[in-house]
């Protein structure tokens, strides 16, 4: 499951490697568009809302998995890149145990405190009771997202971009099949909904831990319980990187729940128009994602190998294949809103919204091509503290601050709400502008230790 990702042509070798994950963003980004078009269309656009927001929420705790899976990734490039691949089985046993104390963590808190969440994101009155339910039955499926995400991460890392996509058509296929089966003919509403969403991650995860067992020796973890053991020195390196990654991911998705709370005071047809928006802006990650996410995984081998020159051609084949791509989808967002809309539900109010909404989505389709590149360097270096400074960058000073600046003072409301989580999303250009054209990304140590 090694593969080197030194050498061979760069754009060739980061588009064949980055294929599987865009094919798994596309498969995922599928499945949630589905569900809310099967949520809008079989149940009401109340029932939108709700899931709307209590996928706002949801996204909070699955972004932090997101920040967490850096940390595998970064640890098991550089191993790879720095051909020191004995220390897998540590690396891997150590990250393991870290990651599902943390998803343990964060699912007694979800279930403890589900209902004090909600209350902060300003739900509107009408979709409570289903927000309630739709994010309770959720946060029972946190232990096995985590779970195979820590899997998918490490072998991302190491080279392999294939296996992670096979665990993905497996948990959205569920997802989907189950999703339409509760929903549309069982009338199990948002409650369906969210029961194919834990059974898709549940089957997976055990699938997943299945599928590699049989292959330990490939994958580089023997699977015994005093592997799992964390090893004092590799739990730092993991917390050193978590933490400021965790945080980075909390503060940007704690910003974007403060600014739909805004929002979502406006009624039902305001947080159906952002969940659904938000939604199609993921479209665009579908791409993006994929690249930033293989290139971070190329990059962190090639950084460790010394390999300056392909770093830099890697961080340029992103840029170019993800501009194409948002370009084309910005163009077919201004042309057709309303019909893109409709798919979704066709309530003439959210009709109206979705002509205000298509300018918002064209800047953040942008910033998506414009950060990817960067936050690929980030990862791949593992510069986790860089990655909290322009969170809290995005977060604090123009997401929650332009929307009170544009949204209240300056009175635009919705469209100021928007227009700054739209701005935010480009802070990771302007920071990494910075850092890779002075230069300073060459002088990054590696955050491995030397014959760990």
Partial sequence: MIRDLTEGK????????????????????????????VIGRFVSNVALSAVSVG?????????????????????????????DTGALNTVIGTYASFVLFISILF???????????????????????QAQQYTFICFLGLIPV??????????????DSKTPFMFVIIATVINLVLDVVFVAFLKMDVIGAALATIIGQIVCFVWA????????????FDFKPKSFIPEKE??????????????????????????????????????????????????????TTGMNTAGAAMIGQNYAAGKLKRVSQIMWVILYVSLIFVVILSVLMLMYPEEIFSIFNDDPEILALSHKFKIIAVVTFISCAARAPFIALFNGQGFASLCFVTSM????????????????????????????????SYSYMLVGSVYYGTGLWKKRKLVIRSGA
């Avoid at 865009?22 to 569900?35: C, I």
């Avoid at 909070?60 to 790879?80: N, S």
């Avoid at 929650?400 to 739209?422: K, P, T, Y």
């Fill in 10 to 37: 760069v754009a060739k070798q980061l588009i064949v490697f980055a294929t599987p994950y865009m094919l798994s963003n596309l498969l995922q980004t599928f499945y949630n568009l589905v569900d809310m078009a």
């Fill in 209 to 220: 831990v299945i599928y590699l067992y049989r292959r330990k020796e490939a994958f580089g």
């Fill in 55 to 83: 996928g706002d929420l949801m996204h909070l705790f699955t972004f932090i998995c997101i920040g967490l899976t850096a940390v595998g990734q970064v640890l098991a490039a550089q191993h790879v890149g720095k051909k």
């Fill in 146 to 159: 985590y779970g195979y995400n820590v899997a998918s991460s490490v072998l991302r890392g190491m080279g």
């Fill in 393 to 424: 960058l995005d977060a604090i000073f123009l997401r929650i601050g332009l929307a009170l600046l544009l949204g209240n003072v300056l009175g635009m409301g919705i469209m100021g709400f928007w227009l700054s989580s739209a701005i935010a």
């Fill in 234 to 287: 590799t739990l730092k390196q993991v917390i050193k990187l978590g933490i400021p990654m965790v945080l980075q991911s909390c503060a940007i998705n704690i910003s974007g729940i403060v600014v739909n709370a805004f929002v979502n005071a406006y009624g039902v047809a305001a947080a159906a128009v952002t969940g659904v928006g938000n939604k199609l802006c993921t479209i665009a990650n579908v791409v």
């Fill in 107 to 129: 699912t007694v808190t979800g279930v403890i405190f589900g209902n004090t969440f909600l209350d902060w994101m300003n739900v509107p009155p009408e979709s409570r009771v």
